[in-house]
């Protein structure tokens, strides 16, 4: 049986990971608006680069460790959980709509990180000539969306809603409470990761295995939490700023940083299931952002059931092939 130490490790984790989401995300809106930028821009890059750290510093440690298929399998499992859990937890609880002001700028660049990503590794290994390329991308992305976020606020073009003053807290609070909440949902991170990687590895599962489920739902938490303080605050647009900026920082960001640690070779399990799953749950997202879908609680289960689905045929070694000759016959 496993160390009972790992399980108070996971359950006082998600304790600490419900207390640090909210303290990020209130700092996150109250900083918005000193910005002079809308929820959304500040759920993208202050809540989504915040939730994303532990992924980076996962992902990293797991490179320099020599355990590239624990860095991979974590930045691409996290992207999958992230769509498939974090915008359908929030549903259950209340109603948000997608498509906002600012959304399609941010869902432009998810779709090219990911295609990106998808297509390079397809071909050629994680080098650091790639790494400094993701890199780059990332810091013009995001000093421009900035720039155009702040343009359209002047503009009137903004996502501000009547009510932040009043719901967000003062400045000087908000400057505390951001660095604090991404410290908090880091370490509580590394108590329920240590927790289910300590099970996980008690059961010998394969190091890509644990990078796609264990340390990617690990480092979803983040993302979790910050969505559910948002959802009770009702703020949907930092729940979907929350996953945009999540997964351009976990591919353009973590996966960075563990390509000028490689060369690594990308383990072909990735290519014959895991990146057409994360392919496929970024389109599902672009769908329910562009036609301005109502996120409910039976979107909620479905995406939640699609999940389920996904870790289903990981565990049974489902692969595209095998379904292209399940539907054949």
Known sequence: MPDPILLISLFGGLLLM????????????GLGRAMGVSPLVAGVFIVGFGTSAPEMFISANAALNGNPGLAIGNIVGSNIANILMVAAIPALIFTYRTGGAGQGRALGMLLLATGIWIGMTAILPLEPLMGLCFLLVLIGYTGFSIFAARHDEIAGRG????????????????????????????????????????????????????????????????????GLAAAFRRRGD????????SNVFNLLGAGGIVALLGPFEVAPMFQRYDHWVMGAAALVFAALILLRVKMGRLLGLALLLVYAAYIYGLVTGTNIMALVQMVRG
């Open 18 to 29: 419900a207390l640090a989401g909210d303290l990020l995300v209130r700092g996150a809106l």
């Open 159 to 226: 996502s501000h809603h009547a009510d932040a003053v009043t719901l967000n807290p003062p400045v000087w609070r908000a400057i505390f409470y951001v660095p604090l909440g991404i410290a908090g949902l880091v370490y509580a991170s590394g108590m329920i990761i240590t927790g289910g990687e300590g099970v996980a590895r008690h059961f010998r599962v394969p190091e890509e295995w644990i990078g796609l489920t264990i340390l990617a739902l690990g480092t979803s938490l983040p993302e979790i939490g910050a």
């Open 238 to 245: 930092v729940v979907i700023g929350n996953i945009l900026g």
